[in-house]
């Protein structure tokens, strides 16, 4: 089914990394409760975590279909050297939703979103481009945007430019946190903290060949309540 999205001749535009990633965002036709056209529901441990902890699960996007093949990272389209260098040696580290805006590179939050929930759709080998969180991150982004936010009234934080405090963050957070790569299986499934720095690792040398890539989808729906909620809720 995601192999099947990735071929789709409409999703070719999200194909980047000179062929070595397939962003695939919405790319996977699932349904509101986020099963699947055949039948197979969204179901498991990490789903019942959310429903007990994080409320009710929203009706859900399309999910993005995140495939990475062997060789990646390449360069992104336009992608300089700097950002290259930075995917490459810090896996293109970022916190979701804090998009660039306007014609600089400058940054605001722009997409809150309430969780981030990964489902390995195949199974592939531990080093073959596996996501990477730094642990405690979440803390050290919720200090960070805050200071930025300090004087502002909530209604206005989605339109402030939190470029500084995000960069300064980042490096806290590269000095301080932990880098752990994250690996599950088919029917395994990983729920992330939606402050967490995390990225993507390269695929490495020694991870075997595979054709048809490492394919995740990502659940993250949009959290009720903005930027103040998506800041201060545990
Ligand atoms: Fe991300």
Known sequence: MGQAAARNPEHQHWMDCEGTWFIGVDALENFPDGSLPDGTPLKGNAVEF?????????????????????????????????????????????VDGVKMFGDSRNRRVEEPHAWVLGIPLNLSSPQAAPLVIWEGSHEVMRRGFSAAYKGIEPEEWHLVDVTEAYKAARAEVFETCKRVTVFAKPGESYLMHRLCLHGVALWAPEAPEQAEGRAIAYFRPDLVGGVPAWLSLP
């Open 50 to 94: 959310i429903k007990e902890h994080l409320g009710a699960l929203p009706a859900l996007h399309r999910a993005q279909l995140s495939i990475t093949y062997p060789g990646y990272p390449k360069p992104r389209a336009g992608e300089g050297e700097a950002a290259f260098g930075y995917r490459l040696r810090r896996d293109a580290a970022h």
